[in-house]
Every structure is written in structure tokens, then in C-alpha cells.
């Protein structure tokens, strides 16, 4: 399994400038670390068992949460969130949502349509951001400025680019960051990608993947009124300010603006599984070749190793891919598998471990609990913000090639395409202004 290296205590600045653990005051992430000193050096999966520091109800124990964006996700997300934890504010530039997440809690949280001033009146050890996928990375990089912590939900990005500023910014921050891909905390899913990425299956010849499809580009929509108490011009945030539609605000995640359509949506969670299996998490593919032409083209990709991810299924395992091995074949899909021949995979978790997740609803508990586990100890949680931000850079490569058309050349250490200015172009994208990412 991956190591999980300490993410570095900050460093307390005086006023000359300089570094100074003499000067130490402490912090509430001070408080929140000795709460769990004994727990220090627990590996990747122990907050899913670990209880004792996870259950206080000591008020200076519990850690204080912001959630930003209160949709459908964030709810269960609210509904699964450890005692160990609290809700104390909200932030949504749809007064409706809002009401109705403070109805459904019976809560009286206060709440925002702008993250910035929740950012700077609650007092907060960390926020969850659950918004559309292009409004996600400007309150992800502004609460890692503020010193928070942070639970991003999946895709962590719209495009490439603003993946590698909030690394940057989570990075000098010293921020515990999780990923919402929890298929990284599932017992079945963690033993099946080790058996693959130790070798116990002898090497992998290829990977199938399903062909999860792409967005589609905007056309004008004729004008609707916007709904009473939404902020549409905030919702729209750094993408251009368009006539307000119902499936522009509730069906955005087939509009390219907005999304990468189920390439990042359902692949987010398929390509990182690819991804561990492999044990290429903080890497990527270095070769994208379009297999058929069009915006839902099959696409290959290749790692440096020769060893190909092939998106061509119609059907298949959405969480996960078919991975084809010298001893067998593994169908790796969310909190369960298929292998051929049936008796491949040795010592499966015990199938207790597998009933817990299949509880009514998407279940994140577990998920949620290693990020507050390492928010006391300063660990990197399951997923961490580089293995989020490399997982997503692969789907993005995907519609990148398939909106070419070509084949490309990429650099997974630089995060460039190798002479290929067009291509190069589509890793980024102009944001509205007010909406610019902070510099980090």
C-alpha cells in the first residue's frame, strides 16, 4: 500500500520574517492533534476503525465545518459526517437549497451565497465543498489560504490546469485534503488494487474501461426567469455569464463548461482505481490515441511502461475497469469484484467489511472519518489531493483527445503535451473576472 507521509506542521512566522518554533502559539490544530497524539502513524485505513479520538464530544475536540454548496451530494454527505464533527455554517448562491438544507437538518446554521464571508466571519477547522465541478476549485484554494482543511467531492476540477494550483495551494498551506473518491477508503477495492500492484496476479497485459461519454458543447437556450433567491450570476462563477436554464443550473454536468460529462463524473471513480491498481497514482499516461472519432470516441491510452488503458465498453464496471493478467482476469468495480477463474484473488476482506457499504444511499462515512483522522494527525488521508488531481488529469486527457482528434504526447511530470500548442491551449480556460484563482 501507498505510504502516508505527515503533512508538515505550519510554520509559525514572527515578525521579522522568519521561522520560529520558540515563538509557537498554539492553534486549533494544535488542540485538534494532541487530541489524537496516540493515533499518530496510523496507516491509510485506520480511521475507518480507529473510534477513541473520533468519538469526543468535547467542545474543544470537535472539529468545526463549513460546507460549500448544500446540493443533494453535500447532504449525504452532511448525513454521514462522524460526531467527531460538526456543521456550524453554510454557503450556497441558491437561497432555496439553503433553506431547505437548514429545514432537513431543523438547523439554524448561519448562511452565505458568498464563501469568502463565511471563509472570514465562522470560525472553521475546515469546510467541505460539494458545488458544480467549475466552481469548485476557487472556494477549495481560497479555504486552503485561509488555513482550513478540506473535502473536496469528485471531480476535484473542471480542466487541468486549476488541478495543479490547488495542489499548490493545499501543498504551502499544509492542508489535510481528501478527495471524495471513497472507492480509496473500501476494504474490497484497497485489497483488490494491491493484489494487482504487487504483482500477485503476475503482470497486466491491458486495461479495459468503459467508454464513459463526454460533455456536450453549450448552444443558446432561450432565457428562463431565475429562480427566486439564486445568484445565478455567482452560480455561473468564472464561466461566461449566459441567460439562466434550468438544464444550464440542474442538468450541468453535461455541458462542457460546467463538466466533463460522465468521463469525469463516474470516470473519476473508474480512473483511479486504474490508476492504483497500477501504481502510477502520482503519474499518468504519456500517449492518448483516439480509437474512433467523435465526442464519445473510444480513446487508448498508454504509460511509459507500454502497458494500455483501452475505453472502449459499452457496459461495465463504472467504479473501476476490467484489468486482463497473466493469471487471470479481475473486473474491479465499487465494493466488489468478478475474477476469472473465479478462485483468482486470495484472503478476500471479510465479507462484514463489504455489507458496511451497501447500506441504503452513497456511503462516505467511513471516507469522511480518515480525513478527520488525519486532521488531528496531520496525515495524508486516502486521497489526497495529488492522487485526486492526477486521476482527473486522465480524464480530462481523454476529452481532450477525443476533441482533437488526434494523437497526443503528454508529460505527466511537466503536465504539458509535447510540442502541441493547440492541445496545450485546452488545459486551460479564461475565467470571468471576479472569479480568477488566487495567486498561490
Not at 119 to 130: K, Q
Not at 255 to 266: D, I, L, Q
Not at 429 to 440: I, W
Request: glycine share 8%.
Amino acid at each position: 500500500m501507498m505510504s502516508n507521509p505527515p503533512v508538515p506542521k505550519h510554520n509559525h512566522i514572527n515578525s521579522g520574517g522568519g521561522s520560529s518554533e520558540s515563538n509557537h502559539k498554539p492553534t486549533r490544530r494544535d488542540a485538534l492533534r494532541s487530541a489524537a497524539a496516540a493515533t499518530v502513524g496510523l496507516g491509510y485505513h485506520a480511521a475507518a476503525t480507529a473510534t477513541s479520538p473520533l468519538e469526543s464530544n468535547a467542545p474543544s475536540d470537535v472539529i468545526r465545518i463549513g460546507v460549500i454548496g448544500t446540493g443533494n451530494r453535500a447532504r449525504q454527505l452532511m448525513d454521514q459526517l462522524p460526531k467527531a464533527a460538526r456543521v456550524v455554517a453554510i454557503c450556497d448562491c441558491y437561497q432555496k437549497r439553503a433553506d431547505e438544507t437548514l429545514a432537513k437538518f431543523d438547523a439554524k446554521w448561519p448562511t452565505y451565497s458568498n464563501h469568502r464571508q463565511m471563509l472570514d466571519r465562522e470560525s472553521l477547522d475546515a469546510v467541505i465543498v460539494a458545488t458544480p465541478d467549475h466552481g469548485r476549485s476557487l472556494p477549495c484554494i481560497d479555504a486552503c489560504q485561509a488555513g482550513l482543511d478540506v473535502y473536496a467531492e469528485k471531480p476535484l476540477t473542471a480542466y487541468v490546469s486549476e488541478g495543479r494550483e490547488i495542489v499548490r495551494a493545499a501543498r504551502q498551506n499544509n492542508t489535510v485534503f481528501q478527495v471524495g473518491t471513497q472507492q480509496r477508503t473500501m476494504e474490497i477495492n484497497d485489497h483488490l488494487c494491491r493484489q494487482i500492484r504487487e504483482g500477485k496476479l503476475g503482470r497486466v497485459r491491458f486495461v479495459q474501461a468503459v467508454n464513459y461519454t463526454g460533455p456536450k458543447r453549450y448552444h443558446p437556450l432561450p432565457a428562463e426567469p431565475v429562480p427566486q433567491g439564486d445568484d445565478w450570476d455567482r452560480w455561473c462563477g468564472p464561466t461566461p455569464l449566459r441567460p439562466f436554464h434550468s438544464s444550464l443550473q440542474f442538468g450541468w454536468m453535461q455541458w462542457r463548461a460546467y463538466s466533463g460529462g460522465e468521463m469525469t463524473n463516474w470516470g473519476a471513480h473508474g480512473v483511479d482505481q486504474i490508476q492504483w491498481a497500477l501504481g502510477k497514482s502520482l503519474t499518468g499516461p504519456t500517449r492518448f490515441v483516439p480509437v474512433t472519432g467523435g465526442p464519445n470516441g473510444k480513446v487508448t491510452a498508454r504509460y511509459d511502461d507500454g502497458l494500455e488503458v483501452r475505453f472502449e465498453l459499452d457496459q461495465g464496471p463504472q467504479g473501476g475497469a476490467i484489468f486482463h493478467c497473466e493469471a487471470g482476469k479481475v473486473e474491479i468495480n465499487r465494493n466488489r469484484f468478478a475474477t476469472n477463474p473465479a478462485d483468482l484473488i486470495k484472503n478476500a476482506p471479510d465479507p462484514a467489511l463489504q455489507a458496511k457499504w451497501e447500506k441504503p444511499g452513497w456511503i462516505a462515512g467511513p471516507h469522511l472519518a480518515n480525513w478527520l483522522q488525519c486532521i488531528r494527525t496531520r496525515q495524508r488521508p486516502n486521497a489526497d489531493v495529488e492522487i485526486g488531481h492526477r486521476s482527473i488529469t486522465f480524464c480530462h486527457l481523454v476529452n481532450v483527445t477525443r476533441e482533437l482528434g488526434r494523437e497526443l504526447n503528454w508529460e505527466p511530470k511537466r503536465e504539458t503535451f509535447v510540442n502541441d500548442d493547440e492541445a496545450n491551449s485546452l488545459l486551460t480556460r479564461p475565467r470571468r473576472s471576479g472569479y480568477e484563482l488566487p495567486v498561490t
